[in-house]
Structure formats: C-alpha cells, structure tokens
C-alpha cells in the first residue's frame, strides 16, 4: 500500500489534520476513556497516560465497524482490554464497553456504564485517532455537556502516522470524512457546532473532489 502523501495534497491534508486536533494538553481526570477504531495505537496511548498518571479508571469503548471486525474479531473495546493489559494496566481498573457502533454511542454507553459501577466521572481524557479528536468533542460536550473533556492521541506528526496506519488513502479518507462530521452532525442533533475556518471548508472540498470520498455520509446515512 502507498505510504507517501502526494505532494500535491500535503496542503489541504495538513490543514485538516490541524484542524481536528484540538490542542488539549493532557491533565490528570476522573476517567480515560479509548474509543475503538481500527487503531491500536489509541490503547497504547491510554496505556502509556495511564502509567502517567493521568487517570486511575479505563474505559475502552467499541464494538466493530466494517473496518475492524477482520482485525479485532471479539470486538474493539475487548481487544484494546487485552492490549492494554499486555502493557501492564491493571485488569481491574479496567472496564469494557463492547456495544458503540458509533461515536454518540461510544459516550452514551460509557456514561451508562460508569453509572451503573458507581463510578463518578466529572473529568476524562478521551482518546482516540488524531483526527477524530474535533468530533469527539463536539460530540461529548452535545451528550455529556457537564463532563470537563480533555482530548487526547498518540503524538506522532502525520507523516508518522500514516506510516503507522501504512495507507495513505485510508488516512485521508477518513482525515475528510471526520471533518464532513464536524460540519453536518451539529444540525443532525448528534453534536455541537463547531466553526468551520473556510480555509477548512475549502481544503475539504478539494480533498473531496479528489476522489477522498469512502468515509463520506450520505444524507440517509448517520453513520
């Protein structure tokens, strides 16, 4: 699979990608919540806070989407549990949510489940791909607006991780199709709105008509 970004995307791929990551700094909170993906590297990373510190509670939340069932075949959640259990986090600090087959349903579930544990949650660092960080955001502050969020990635610059991902198209698929989110969730009632820089705006409908459209919703779709 290709690995290099085409030079003449690195523009708009570069403005997207700054774009939805937030820029949190990582403080110490309630609760670190991974969201699954087809990205192993979100456990490693709430692995690597974890030891930090930052959190004394994990919650790994995700079922499987069309993109991870071959990977992580008994689930997202229950596979990142097993990871992170492999990088020392202790088994009993974390819990398992195998239901989310989408982002509200990652912080719908979770704060259920946190809730029928007893746990109090008023703090999380929510981790995730870094460029679903914006969406994640908006999403929480829309079903969970009194949780203090804090967003979270591993931190490899973007050439690093795509080579991590080892698809480039598969990165910027995704990278255009978190941002069409951002844009178009808000008036779905799935989020917050967020402003949109028309550098943005203008960098995404290049990218879309480029052909980086697998990711995209359609009006039906609310993936």
Not at 31 to 45: I, N, R, W
Not at 143 to 148: G, I, K, T, V
Not at 161 to 173: A, F, H, L, T
Not at 184 to 199: L, N, T
Request: charge should be neutral; proline fraction near 5%.
């Amino acid at each position: 699979m290709d690995v290099a970004l085409p030079s003449v995307l690195r523009k708009d791929v570069e403005t997207l990608w700054a774009y939805n990551d937030m820029g949190h700094t990582v403080r110490p909170c309630d609760v670190g919540v991974g969201l699954g993906s087809h990205d192993l590297g979100v456990a490693t990373y709430t692995a690597e806070l974890y030891h930090r510190g930052m959190f004394p509670l994990v919650v790994f939340t995700g079922a499987n989407a069309p993109t991870t069932v071959e990977r992580f075949p008994r689930g997202e959640a229950v596979h990142y549990r097993e990871y992170a259990i492999e990088l020392g986090v202790p088994d009993e600090v974390i819990l398992v949510e195998p239901e989310a087959r989408n982002t509200g349903q990652n912080i719908k579930f979770t704060r259920k489940l946190l809730a029928d544990v007893g746990a109090k949650a008023r703090s999380a660092v929510l981790i995730s791909r870094p460029y679903q960080q914006r969406r994640i955001y908006a999403t929480a502050k829309k079903l969970w607006p009194e949780l203090d969020v804090v967003c979270a990635s591993k931190p490899l610059g973007l050439d690093d991780y795509i080579q991590s991902i080892g698809d480039v198209k598969r990165v910027v698929d995704m990278l255009v199709g978190d941002t069409q989110r951002v844009m178009v969730y808000p008036e779905r009632g799935f989020a917050v709105s967020q402003e949109v820089p028309a550098e943005v705006d203008a960098a995404y409908r290049r990218l879309v008509d480029a052909g980086y459209t697998s990711r995209l919703i359609s009006a039906r779709n609310q993936g």
